[in-house]
């Protein structure tokens, strides 16, 4: 299974953005260097009332749909 950990500070208001708008996806770089993108939807139960801060585990399936999100500290 591949994965990858993304450090994750997004605001509260790029989190509307994110929930709002059209395209519903987080962009961001993992911290073996690689652009990822995944659906803003697997952070909804990481969001505070200040946005989402945090280290995230994000693991894919084989052929590279997501599986699961688990939040590292």
């Known amino acids: 299974m591949n994965e990858i950990i993304v450090d994750l500070?997004?605001?509260?208001?790029e989190c509307?953005?994110?929930?709002q708008g059209p395209s519903r996806?987080?962009?961001t770089r993992a911290r073996?260097?690689?652009r990822v993108q995944f659906p803003a939807d697997i952070l909804r139960p990481w969001v505070?009332?200040?946005g989402?801060?945090?280290c995230?585990?994000?693991?894919?399936t084989p052929e590279g749909k997501f599986s699961d999100i688990r939040?590292?500290?």
């Not at 995230?56 to 894919?60: E, L, M």
């Open 9 to 13: 500070r997004i605001s509260k208001d």
């Open 25 to 27: 996806v987080v962009s």
């Open 56 to 60: 995230f585990r994000i693991r894919f």
């Open 71 to 73: 939040r590292l500290s």
């Open 48 to 50: 505070l009332h200040d």
């Open 16 to 19: 509307l953005k994110m929930y």
């Open 32 to 34: 073996d260097g690689r």
């Open 52 to 54: 989402i801060r945090g």
